[in-house]
């Protein structure tokens, strides 16, 4: 399985709800991350968790809430987002360690997120 | 730190022609380099890297690109594109050997549309 699979794959939300994005992989990856991506831009990175642990949280406001609940598992919690928070949401994961084979990472198909 | 640059951000190019998309990066150590293609509403799936050993690098639907340490280039080539190739092309770079888990810093991108 070389999948990173991504739910939901839309999501429309209202500024004060409360919502979360789930990301799962099987490939013993034991890093994952969380890119923001706007429309004709790159992807921005927001958190990487190395072995379960937050090793990156690249000033991301706290209304974005990262959780890995175990190896294969990563959450983003959502709360009182604004409208310009309308992204597509993309996560990846890829093997840790020295060597170099290890570098790759392999994307979901993303979560197209609209705040209304 | 290091810095991606996409030289063009739009490619139009004819069916069957080839085409060349130009990258250059600038780093103070060893880097690991990819290419991804993004289709429409899709995540990112990775074209071909080069993390070490031969130059020229051969990767998916026929796509090659040749690493030039002195140039700090990395430009992806096809000799022959079909519609279906039409995409965001981004250019990545991470540091080598960092034994953690590793940040992609992504080029602008460059939109390939192939005209039949």
């Known amino acids: 399985d070389t999948e990173v699979t991504q739910t939901p794959k839309h999501l429309v939300m209202g500024m004060t709800n409360k919502k979360s994005l789930k990301c799962e992989q099987h490939?013993?990856?034991?890093?994952m991350y969380w890119y923001k991506q706007k429309a004709k831009k790159p992807p921005e990175l927001m958190f990487v968790y190395s072995y379960e642990k937050l090793s990156i949280n690249e000033s991301v406001p706290s209304r974005f809430s990262p959780e890995c609940p175990n190896s294969s598992l990563l959450n983003l919690h959502l709360h009182a987002l604004q409208p310009e928070d309308s992204a597509l949401y993309l996560c990846?994961?890829?093997?840790?360690?020295?060597?170099?084979?290890?570098?790759?990472?392999?994307f979901g198909p993303g979560t197209r997120l609209t705040v209304l | 730190a290091q810095s991606v640059t996409q030289l063009d951000s739009q490619v139009p190019v004819f069916e069957e022609a080839p085409v060349e998309l130009r990258c250059n990066y600038s780093s103070s150590v060893s880097v690991y380099l990819f290419w991804y293609v993004q289709y429409p509403n899709q995540g990112l799936q990775l074209l071909l890297k080069?993390?070490?050993?031969?130059?020229l690098v051969k990767g998916i639907n026929g796509f090659e690109a040749e690493f030039n340490k002195s140039q700090t280039s990395f430009h992806l080539r096809k000799p022959s594109v079909h519609i279906s190739d039409t995409a965001e092309y981004f250019c990545a770079v991470s540091e080598a050997h960092s034994g953690s888990a590793r940040q992609l810093t992504f080029g602008s991108g460059t939109q390939l549309t192939v005209l039949p």
């Open positions: 490939m013993g990856h034991r890093a």
């Open positions: 080069y993390l070490s050993g031969s130059t």
């Open positions: 990846a994961s890829s093997q840790e360690g020295r060597w170099s084979s290890y570098n790759e990472q392999f």
